[in-house]
């Protein structure tokens, strides 16, 4: 029984995982909006809405059960329709994914036909929750926001293109400006997954009326460590390669090394990820190093098994990311017994305590430094312990207590 199960009239926004099966690795914010399916289908909820290239789709048990196979792969997307074909996108990976949940979808609508959709399907009580960043445009959340007392439930992750808007594409903090404004007006409760996303998104709104917000540590089931020999010289970075993640510095560090190291004695740096923005400076720096096949690797995206195969083995995560809003690798990183070593963000204090090493972002001489003491001490990894991580069923019922609280307060 999932934790929702007590919301019957939850309606799940699952856009985001739509634009994202077929894709690359999922992303965190993607895992985010898969756990939330699967708890919903647990739950027994009957009522999952995304928005298409096309209009509208709502799916019930059914058709979401097919939306989480795609997305965890042990599905594939159908052929495309003929609406996909009409725009000639029809072998386009989102496209088919589109098409195989308009045949499974119990109604649909055109983009601006969603109130009508609503009123077809009135629910008691409903909640319309959305976790994924995506669809949270002036038309959905209006809609939703019918009748009078109606939930609407926001998840926000972080607010990076504001705070950091040199580090993404150009158009990108202007939209997400809009996004977060819609949110402020008519979300009735919305969700931090950190109190340093709170604290962000509280400063950010200051001053105004804004909804209550709960902060609600996102979820990480821990894996039982692997058995295996940890290899004193070898260091992870995980995550998909953008500016803010900060590869050029480790880049620069390993150029140190360089320097003053015997090619025998060299760290050896295992670079796991999808390439993202902006990034061709480090892409090409990247592919055209001396080093690259000697002692950095570049994998590009993995799976799961394989990610916690290199944690498994390596020293250390190197994570000197200059903004998160949460980050999964570095208490991937600790929970698989690897130190996770990490830039000096609030963040990161928060959820890794006193579980990682903690160096300036922009300070590729201390980090070297930090890495040196690392190598040769593996057997020192577990003394920095575990740290106390959140499961999903405790994330699912902080925010369903919240919810529940809430629609208390709205209903007349």
């Known amino acids: 029984m999932g934790a929702f199960s007590h919301i019957p009239g939850l309606w799940l926004d699952v856009t985001r995982l739509v634009t994202r099966v077929g894709r690359d690795a999922l992303t965190g914010i993607d895992r985010v909006e898969l756990s939330y399916l699967r708890d919903a289908l647990a739950s027994g909820c009957t009522h999952f809405i995304c928005c298409t290239t096309r209009g509208y789709l709502l799916l019930d048990q059914r058709g979401a ?26 072998q386009r990976t989102r496209h088919r994914v589109e098409a195989s949940l ?33 669809n949270l445009s002036e038309k959905t959340l209006t809609a939703f926001a ?79 460590r692997r058995d295996g020999t940890r290899e004193d010289r070898t260091f992870v970075m995980l995550g998909t390669i953008e500016a803010r993640k900060n590869h050029a ?13 015997a090619p025998e004695e060299m760290p050896q740096l295992h670079i796991i990820g999808a390439t993202g923005w902006r990034v061709e400076a480090v892409m090409a720096r ?20 394989e990610v916690q195969d290199h944690l498994a083995r390596a020293t250390a995560l190197l994570f000197p990311s200059v903004a998160e809003g949460f980050g999964y690798p570095p208490l991937e990183a600790a929970i698989a017994g690897a130190v996770p070593i990490c830039s000096s963000l609030p963040v990161f204090r928060e959820t890794l305590g006193g579980c ?23 057997g020192d990894s577990l003394s920095l312990g575990n740290p106390r991580c959140s499961t999903w069923q405790e994330h699912f019922e902080t925010v369903a207590a919240a919810i529940t609280l809430r629609t208390l307060r709205e209903r007349p």
Request: with cysteine; glycine share 8%.
């Open 286 to 305: 990247l592919l055209a190093h001396p080093l690259l096949g000697r002692a950095i690797f570049l994998h590009g995206p993995l799976s799961d098994a």
């Open 146 to 224: 019918q009748p009078a007392g109606s939930v609407i439930a926001v998840m926000v992750h972080d607010l990076i293109p504001l705070t950091h808007p040199h580090l993404v594409v150009p158009e990108q903090p202007a939209n997400f400006a809009g996004r977060i404004e819609r949110v402020r007006r008519h979300a009735t409760h919305v969700i931090a997954n950190s109190a340093a996303t709170g604290h962000d998104l509280a400063r950010h709104w200051a001053g105004q009326d804004a909804p209550p917000l709960t902060i609600a540590p996102l979820g990480l089931d821990p894996r039982p």
């Open 65 to 90: 059960a097919h939306l989480r196979a795609m997305a965890e792969g042990t599905a594939q997307p159908g052929p495309a329709d003929w609406l996909s074909r009409l725009a000639f996108r029809g």
């Open 356 to 378: 990682a090493v903690f160096v300036d972002s922009a300070d590729a001489d201390q980090w070297k430094e930090t890495i040196e003491q690392q190598i040769g001490r593996t």
């Open 102 to 134: 308009r045949r499974l979808a119990i109604d649909r609508c055109r983009p601006g036909g969603l109130a009508r959709l609503l009123q077809r399907h009135p629910t008691p009580g409903r909640v319309y929750l959305n976790t994924g960043h995506s």
């Open 249 to 261: 510095l480790i880049l620069d560090v390993w150029d140190m090394f360089a320097q003053d190291t």
